[in-house]
């Protein structure tokens, strides 16, 4: 299995109030990716990281930022968080190097609960 | 628009026989197919790919087809076994993103 770690693996937050997920990897890969997953939606991209400091937005960013400062670390801030960011967050890695690059490998998730 | 979609959300096999997944795509421009497995409260995990230049990719019990003409592949498990019941994820890649379906709960019948 892929060394990612995501935290904290379950939270519970108040509408208004900042939330920041971390995934950290051990791989040394490249890009890093964070999805959220909701019924009858599949996987969606939020935001995602091509190097560090390199971000871009996905395909549901509003509401959401991110940094990455280390190769390991992809951090995901909900600045103000709303009930409709109630989801299962995943992050996920790839690495550039590899084939076409196309594989990614998922974290555990994490389980955001906003009241 | 939704450029992977999975139409059958569900599907119930008994166990030594065929499942069949499947997925349509409508952006011509991906080129990997992937199919991924997810438990309850566990991240997604890879299970096989296929490249858009190859129609047939087999690894162990799972095969995935892929037909361009029709913007459609499926993935074979054969046999089911109960470990396969899981939620699975078609996706489509393109510069270094992944689009995924919405998936579809296999349930294999005892």
């Known amino acids: 299995d892929a060394g990612i770690t995501q935290s904290p693996r379950h939270k519970v937050t108040e509408t208004g109030t900042p939330v920041t997920l971390r995934c950290h990897q051990t791989e040394n890969h490249r890009y890093m990716y964070w999805y959220r997953q909701d019924p009858g939606h599949g996987l969606r991209l939020i935001h995602y990281?091509?190097?560090?400091?390199?971000?871009d937005k996905g395909e549901v960013s509003d509401g959401y930022s991110v940094s990455r400062s280390k190769t390991e670390d992809f951090l995901l801030t909900l600045e103000s968080a709303t009930s409709s960011q109630t989801s299962v967050y995943f992050c996920?890695?790839?690495?550039?190097?590899?084939?076409?690059?196309?594989?990614?490998?998922f974290g555990p998730g994490t389980r955001l609960l906003v009241l | 628009d939704q450029q992977v979609k999975q139409n059958s959300p569900s599907l119930s096999v008994q166990e030594g026989r065929i499942s069949i997944l499947n997925c349509d795509y409508t952006?011509?421009?991906?080129?990997?197919f992937l199919w991924y497995k997810k438990y309850p409260a566990e991240g997604p995990t890879f299970l096989i790919s296929i490249s858009s230049i190859k129609d047939k990719n087999e690894d162990g019990r799972f095969t995935v087809f892929l037909n361009k003409s029709a913007k459609h592949l499926s993935l074979h498990i054969v046999p089911s076994q109960p470990g396969d019941s899981a939620v699975y994820f078609c996706a489509a890649h393109r510069a270094q993103k992944l689009v995924f379906g919405q998936g579809t709960r296999l349930t294999i019948n005892p």
């Open positions: 990281s091509y190097g560090v400091k390199d971000t």
């Open positions: 952006n011509s421009m991906f080129d990997y």
């Open positions: 996920a890695i790839s690495d550039s190097t590899s084939g076409g690059g196309e594989t990614q490998y």
